[in-house]
């Protein structure tokens, strides 16, 4: 019983991917407007209810992995070494991140389309407007349970404003680069410098703050 329902799950996360792959192709050939759901069932040989019972909405089809960045910055809070900071640890990923040239921050080829595709959809920039509320939303409950703040402190909702301004700033200056047509090495090696001067910008609260116990 354990293995079908295994097999029942992974022909479902198949099924899922391969209608978001093909959205995407035709998402980045025609425009995220010009595409509808119908035509994207066609292409994928599936029924438009199969469609909606993956995606609840449009923008879900083209922002399919929205969810790993709502927690992205948890992550990296929770998974903080001993002695480090909250802030530390973020700019530490960001930086292991760019070093790697990987595609979570945008540094691949191809970037440029997808942004494109976005920057000509109001829906899809609402949308990441939203997500870019609900990773703030996330980092300061985060934050508030890692240092035990009470309920009515504001300075978990401040600091998460000021590690979610790094994250948003250097997401946004390596679109900006992407778009402009320039290499992902190249735009790595200058994000670098981008973060250590965010970095030089936060004041020594936010760099010292949530702090994990050492021991």
């Given at each position: 019983m354990g293995m079908a329902e295994g097999l029942r799950e992974r022909k479902k996360r198949q099924t899922r991917q391969y209608i978001s792959d093909v959205a995407t192709g035709l998402f980045l050939a025609r425009g995220f407007d010009a595409v509808t759901i119908a035509e994207i069932a066609e292409a994928a040989d599936v029924s438009v209810n199969t469609v909606y019972n993956y995606f609840p909405a449009k923008e879900d089809l083209f922002l399919d992995r929205s969810k790993g960045l709502v927690d992205r910055l948890c992550r990296f809070v929770r998974g903080r070494a001993p002695g480090e900071s909250a802030a530390a640890a973020v700019l530490r990923e960001l930086r292991e991140e760019v070093e790697a040239v990987s595609p979570r921050v945008g540094l691949i080829e191809g970037y440029d389309q997808f942004m494109r595709v976005v920057h000509e959809a109001p829906t899809l920039k609402a949308r990441l407007w939203y997500l870019q509320q609900e990773i703030h939303t996330n980092l300061e409950e985060t934050l508030r349970e890692e240092t035990g703040a009470p309920a009515g402190?504001?300075?978990?909702?401040?600091?998460?404003?000021?590690?979610?301004?790094?994250?948003?700033s250097l997401m946004g200056w390596i679109a900006q680069e992407m778009l402009a047509g320039?290499?992902?090495?190249e735009v790595s090696r200058e994000a670098l410098v981008l973060l250590d001067e965010m970095e030089d910008l936060l004041g020594e609260k936010v760099l010292n703050y949530a702090v994990r116990a050492v021991g």
């Open positions: 402190d504001p300075l978990p909702g401040l600091m998460a404003g000021q590690i979610g301004w790094v994250h948003q320039r290499k992902p090495a």
